[in-house]
């Protein structure tokens, strides 16, 4: 229960006893005791003479005894004359009180129980304004201003985006130092927009600007303007925009910009949509006829592609900061400020981990040292090793071990078969990535995994690579018709993946017979689902013929080079075979001594020479339960 609760209980009960109280005092006739008579004992008290005096209000009767200092109560029907006869009769006083209450008591009744209410009305919503709530605040902002004592995040805490720190930390330079740039006529910038796929860091960023800025920093969310009531989006925007030029200098950092910042006229509903009518506010508080000097707009999204052009022009989003996924360098470098707190033995190498993890985002990688961790503590460890970075990177990328699912004998022959076939093709074939690691292990949605470790990021690729890879994706199935004479589904995946980075080869590439074309055209698709991307034929009946030939053609290349390299080494695949039915997992170096026709070393636990610690199950990670019908082909994407 949070103190705002606590204090309108708190009041509520207090009010209840002063109201309890003067009920109480209005309805008290004195300090002595009273007695509750009946109407009959009264009349005989009145015939005995004992009675001394009375008192009628209404059809109320008080009076006293003679003999007793106690007061007497009763109550009489309306108009019963006989009690006054009979009361004058023993010579009883009696005194009539007016009926007719005053104006004031009569309005402090009337009025009490409506002021009662209104002050718990207005005490209600004083608490819940004053605790952030703001229920009845529509128009007002939800802006969160960051507090100087809140732990300040800075640039030393992001790595990996080296390019966009230098684009903020100019920003913040100009609210320092705003002289030096006005002096030679440069004026600071309305806005900047983080672009970046998911996980990046930009909140990061805009979070480590406002540690580095010592300037007033609003937060708030895109999905904070808009609510049920009309014009509450725009007066929110009104709002957050006056509160950034009263504490000017200032940064309002706005997340997920797209939730407001749609492309207009997508859907029904035209200029009237309340999104729309929100957006219009937000172009006219940042480049209108008012200026908004010292206030800087930092935004954040990752689909630049919905906004409205309107909002991206010059003027209003001056920059646009591209926050990509890091390199091999800023992984390493992510790795390490993830690290600093996690206590690591002296095998971990983090260029390793960093050239093994390429497309991860510093999400990612945040969550893969995350789960090191946790395997460590798992095995009660005093400091995590490179082989519990190894079994976090693998679950990260391909799922946890299946360890509930039994693969029988013949399965784990087709997986094992099927894995030695993709491990051989990739060995012996030029323009390929190396190997890391071969596993028939299920995980995820893959029955077996064979693991590539890239040298460096590729950011274009050659038409050989690309060949390489479609061999190395018929491996797999070339394997089950020579050495197993016969074809399992465990490769559709791989049929998947080998057609569709053909028809990309055909279609995109412009790497056939087809000429540097492209076939098919880009448009937008349904505006109810934010303009996204569809594919429209562009291209005869003919022209589609030929590009199904020439799919068929690269696919068909890439199967007969499988084909002939696993056909002249089935000495290899059969031992290669063997050890991974044996060992379940095999690394670089083991399945090099395989080709090379050595003997491998005696099989040893990948912790042989880390202590578990007590009650460490070392046997329980390395040895699971294998299970898994034949489905789907796990393997690292082309590029």
Known sequence: MNSTVKQLLLWVSLLACLFILWNYVAKTTGGGKEEQVSLSQLQNDADAGKIQDVTV???????????????????????????????????VGITIKDQTPSFWVNALVSLAPVALLLGLFLFMMRQMQSGGNKAMSFGKSRARLLSMQQKKIT???VAGVDEAKEELKEIIEFLRESQKFQKLGGRIPKGVLLVGPPGTGKTLLARAVAGEANVPFFSISGSDFVEMFVGVGASRVRDLFEQGKKNAPCIIFIDEIDAVGRHRGAGLGGGHDEREQTLNQLLVEMDGFEANDGVILVAATNRPDVLDPALLRPGRFDRRVIVDRPDIKGREEVLRVHSKKVPMSEDVNLNVLARGTPGFSGADLANMVNEAALTAARFNRKAVHMFDFETAKDKVMMGAERK??????????????????????????????????????????????????????????????????????????????IFLKQMTTGAGNDIQRSTALA?????????????????????????????????????????????????????????????SILDGNHDIMHRMSAALLERETLDAAEIKLIIEGKELPEARSPLSAVDPGPGGDVQKVLKPENGRKPGFEGQPSPA
């Not at 303009?531 to 009946?541: K, L, N, T, V, Y």
């Open 155 to 157: 640039f030393k805490d």
């Open 404 to 481: 509930s699912m039994l693969l029988s004998d013949e399965e784990k022959k087709v997986t094992a078969y099927h894995e030695a076939g993709h491990v051989l093709v990739a060995a012996l074939r030029n323009h390929s990535d190396p190997l890391h690691k071969v596993t028939i292990i299920p995980r995820g949605m893959a029955l077996g995994v064979t693991m590539h470790l890239p040298e460096e990021d590729k950011h274009t690729v050659t038409k050989d690579y690309l060949e390489t890879q479609l061999a190395v994706f018929m491996g797999g199935r070339c394997a089950e018709e």
């Open 503 to 563: 028809r990309a080869m055909v279609c995109e590439y412009g790497m056939s017979r087809m000429g540097p074309l492209t076939f098919g055209k880009k448009e937008g698709g349904e505006v109810f689902l934010g303009r996204e991307i569809g594919q429209a034929r562009d291209f005869s009946d003919d022209t589609a013929k030929q590009i199904d030939e020439e799919v068929r053609n690269f696919v068909d290349a890439g199967y007969q080079s499988a084909y």
């Open 57 to 91: 209000n209404g059809n109320e009767v008080t009076g006293h005894y003679k003999d007793k200092k106690e007061t007497f109560h009763t109550i009489i029907p309306s108009n019963y004359p006989d009690l006054y006869k009979n009361l004058r009769e023993h010579g």
